[in-house]
């Protein structure tokens, strides 16, 4: 059974998984600069957990910017991939933001933009080189 927890920065055990995820994902299998997946906005970021029976799985988080809101640090570990979580985490998050009448946006890596596309996404401008990966900068568009 899968669910999702929106979790907080002060919850130490929440957030350990969370960053485990994050390290496993960004730093270990995409080889991301460790100094750049940790940041200052760690702790004024929304933080979401996913649980596959009991078992930490994937993350995300949001914040809000001068542009509005951010979805960002979206991974769900290699052995809990193609079961739906990523499209159920960009679902709750979704879900969470909408109410707050922001525009929505986040940089997704190349092959992860057909999972935001599904979700109301489009792509704008140009293929940009963050840590090391090309993006698309993605707005949200449409419900």
């Known amino acids: 059974m899968i669910h999702i927890a929106r979790i907080y920065f002060n919850e130490k055990a929440d957030i350990e998984n969370a960053f ?19 940041d200052e906005h760690e702790s004024i970021s929304t933080h979401y957990l996913v649980f596959d029976n009991d078992i930490p799985c994937g993350t995300a988080r949001w914040r809000k ?10 991974a769900v570990l290699p052995e809990h991939r193609k079961k739906g979580i990523g499209d159920l985490l960009v679902q709750k998050v979704l879900e969470d933001v909408l109410p707050v009448n922001l525009p929505i946006y986040l940089h997704s890596q190349l092959r992860a933009c057909s999972l935001y596309r599904r979700h109301g996404f489009a792509e704008e401008g140009e293929i940009f080189v963050e840590a090391g990966i090309e993006h698309y900068k993605m707005r949200f568009v449409t419900h």
Do not use: A, N
Not at 20 to 38: A, G, H, N, T, W
Not at 65 to 74: D, H, M, N, S
């Open 20 to 38: 485990s995820i994050r390290r496993k994902v960004f730093v270990e299998e995409q080889r991301v600069d460790p100094e750049l997946e940790y």
């Open 65 to 74: 910017t001068p542009k509005g809101i951010k979805l960002e640090r979206f």
